[in-house]
């Protein structure tokens, strides 16, 4: 009975897609410059290099997927992409749901408000408005620390949502990833006004240990086979080389 | 800024794509449900009230989230269950039309309803008296006529259709308006490009008027109209 | 099926603060948009060509793009234009422009104000010439016939016509989720989604709710229409 219906439910659905050997669908939110951005309408940047140079390793070819960042864990458990290679954190929270491999980079988040303003600790930031990204780490941080002082923390679907009200003047700053917001903020025209504000975030409770690939549970053989690739891009230089193409430091961290 | 632009109008392309696609979906649920309404027999009429009622009654938005997220993980629990290791992906495409199709079936039942019930009765039994079984009936005698009746509801209803592919936005399908968000979030400029899209809609819904008007009077040619 | 999640205290807070906002937004919008729409709608069947043109023009476009893209424009766009910037911390008007709740109500209420008011003009436009020449011969002023003969009579045959858009704006409210920081039962059954990962029950939850509040709309209207269209009923004997 169930192989009847299993046959009729293939059937009627020959028009969707099935999951092919040898592509990889790999999510990206393309809204993260200098991590994950479009130019020119490609999707480009750090995690995506990553990711061509290990399907390269592993033999496959990378299709890349867009997906907004709230969803980004549905979709994968959904079955709509393989891995996610877009930034993001490994964090117990995130772990009691999908795997990870090990980190292919770990930069710290820190606070950017206007330069003029004096911010000595959460608790200064009593009264403004924080932008954030949505089911991100730097959400939850805020959520702890920030929204319990009296702070008002506003979610937003993309993080250059939150730059464009930055810019308009609906928010007082953001949360973000030190690199990121240098990348996609502070280096631009727009950014001129704003700063990063006290220390390197580092806590693990909210941050996790750094960025790694997100794959379903149960996939021990792709995760292995991506952790091999991670080691072999480090140790043969072309991790460097990416590395280079985009910062002035190591972002692969402590 | 070009590419941008270029996005953007493939992003047209594809919410032409989409709103066509599930405009034909909604017409054959459209007639089914008719159909069901119309047939007197209780399972039908309830099930066809219920779709309509239902349907009518939720958000477009809240139902295309729904079917987009719950739909493919029931449906991978399904295979799962069934034995199988496929996993199926339904690309936002797919499923933009066939919940577009979906919620607009609904709209279009009541149309159609409408429309059927427009035509005199008198017709169908004349049909019958010459033999005419109900395929013929249908297609040669209801179907005609009741194409006059059900086009202003009809145009009004395929209007809200091509606006409701906007929502599609939302679930990732990139057409128009999500290549629009992208574009205005990057390069800081959202009046400009979102005023572009609705430049663009209006261009849609203008062409569609004008084409629906050109059906309309060539479908009410010899109906005559009382002067005031 | 983990329904049980949903009945959680801070879960039922977060639906109860999405539906207090879903419905203030509605009426709001909804006030708003009425009063616009009948001067609008006197616009558009007045005697002055270039208003009536305006007007025209003003619901055909908003009649001919999304909701969705009104939104943005407003809220993402308006935001954008540095007059705008360089006043909205000061200048009374333009203050309310950096709140997101005021951006969402002004796109819905011009929405729905264009809908409205080719509704209402259309019913004015079918007042029976008859009744529009009594009042004449009366005597009655331009003003005093509108007044007196033919906004009671088109606003009450609007009746049936306006519950449609009514219940649409219901449904219309759900955009405000695209907005953020505005929390409706849309955007509330979202975060419980990304929160929990139950896409079905948050959104079947949210679907519920709307049913419901539609059922209640529809119900008032009947309820109403029963009263004020009892004129136009078929004969009961």
């Not at chain 1, 924080?130 to 993080?159: C, F, H, N, R």
């Not at chain 2, 936005?169 to 308006?177: A, D, K, P, R």
């Not at chain 3, 088109?154 to 409210?173: D, F, G, K, Q």
């Not at chain 3, 929990?196 to 529809?218: G, H, N, T």
């Amino acid at each position: 009975m169930k192989k009847l219906l299993l046959a009729v439910v293939l059937g009627a659905l020959s028009t969707a897609s099935f999951a092919q050997g040898k592509d990889l669908k790999v999510a990206i939110d393309p809204t993260y410059e200098p991590f994950t951005y479009k130019a020119d309408g490609k999707p480009t940047g750090f995690d995506v290099d990553i990711a061509s140079a290990l399907c390269e390793q592993i033999k496959r070819k990378c299709v890349f997927i867009e997906q907004s960042w709230d969803s980004m864990i549905p979709g994968l458990m959904a079955r709509k992409y393989e891995v996610i290679i877009s930034s993001m954190s490994v964090t117990e929270d995130r772990l009691k749901q999908i795997d990870f491999t090990n980190k292919y980079y770990n930069t710290p988040s820190r606070v950017v408000t206007k330069k003029a303003f004096n911010y000595t600790g959460p608790a200064s930031l009593k009264g403004k408005k924080i932008g954030v990204l949505k089911a991100s780490t730097q959400e939850k941080y805020a959520m702890g620390e920030l929204k319990t002082v009296g702070v008002d923390v506003v979610p937003y679907e993309a993080q250059d949502q939150v730059y464009l009200d930055i810019r308009a003047g609906r928010l007082d700053g953001t949360v973000a990833d030190h690199v990121e917001v240098t990348g996609g903020f502070l280096s631009k025209p727009e950014g001129k006004d704003y700063e990063l504000k006290g220390d390197d975030l580092y806590i693990p409770k909210y941050f996790g240990i750094g960025a790694g690939i997100g794959l379903r549970k149960g996939q021990d053989a792709l995760k292995n086979e991506l952790n091999t690739a991670i080691k072999t891009i480090r140790d043969n230089g072309t991790y460097k080389k990416i590395n280079d193409k985009y910062f002035k430091f190591d972002v692969y961290g402590k | 800024m070009n590419a941008y632009v270029s996005a953007i109008l493939q992003g047209a392309v594809l919410t032409v794509g989409v709103s066509v696609s599930a405009l034909l979906v909604a017409i054959v649920l459209g007639l089914l449900g008719a159909g069901a309404k119309l047939s007197g027999r209780p399972v039908w009429v309830g099930l066809g009230t219920a779709y309509t009622t239902v349907i009518r009654g939720i958000p477009d938005l809240v139902l295309m989230l729904l079917i987009f997220y719950g739909g493919t993980i029931g449906l991978n629990n399904a295979l799962e269950w069934m034995g199988s290791e496929a996993t199926v992906d339904i690309n936002p495409f797919t499923a933009g039309v066939l919940t577009l199709g979906f919620i607009y079936g609904a709209y279009m039942t009541e149309t159609f309803r409408g429309a059927m019930l427009a035509i005199p009765k008198g017709q169908a039994e004349a049909a019958w008296a010459f033999g005419m079984g109900r395929t013929q009936t249908f297609v040669r005698i209801t179907a005609p006529q009741m194409v006059r009746y059900a086009l202003p509801g009809f145009t009004n209803n395929w209007l809200v259709l091509i606006k409701a592919t906007a929502l599609v936005s939302l679930i990732g399908l990139q057409e128009m308006t999500y290549a629009a968000k992208q574009a205005s979030a990057a390069t800081r400029s959202p009046f400009v490009f979102f005023l572009f899209t609705a430049g663009l809609f209006l261009v849609y819904t203008t062409v569609s008027l004008y084409a629906l008007r050109r059906l309309n009077a060539h479908f009410s040619l010899g109906t005559k109209r009382g002067t005031l | 099926m983990n329904f049980a999640v949903l009945f959680e205290p801070q879960n039922i807070a977060l639906f109860g603060t999405g539906i207090a906002t879903t419905l203030t937004l509605l009426f709001a919008s909804l006030a708003v948009g009425a009063v616009m729409a009948l001067v609008f709608a006197l616009l558009l069947t007045g005697p002055w060509a270039l208003l009536r043109w305006l007007v025209g023009a003003y619901t055909y476009v908003i009649r001919g793009t999304p909701l969705l893209i009104q939104v943005y424009l407003i809220y993402y766009g308006l935001g954008q234009l540095e007059w705008i910037q360089a006043r909205w911390d000061s200048v009374w008007p333009w203050t309310h422009f950096k709140e997101p709740f005021f951006c969402a109500l002004l796109a819905f209420a011009l929405n729905t104000a264009a809908y409205t008011a080719e509704m209402l003009a259309g019913a004015i436009r079918e007042t029976s010439a008859g009744e529009i020449e009594a009042a004449q011969a009366y005597g009655m002023s331009r003003f005093q016939v509108m007044l007196r003969v033919v906004l009671p009579s088109a606003l009450r045959r609007t009746l049936p016509a306006y519950s449609n858009e009514v219940v649409m704006m219901l449904h219309a409210t759900s955009l405000a989720s695209a907005v953020p920081s505005m929390v409706d039962v849309t955007a509330a059954a979202s975060s419980i989604y990304s929160q929990y990962y139950l896409p079905f029950e948050a959104y079947l939850a949210a679907a519920a709710i709307y049913l419901v509040a539609s059922f209640c709309l529809i119900g008032l209207f009947k309820v109403s229409e029963r009263r004020l269209l009892a004129y136009l009923a078929p004969r009961a004997h």
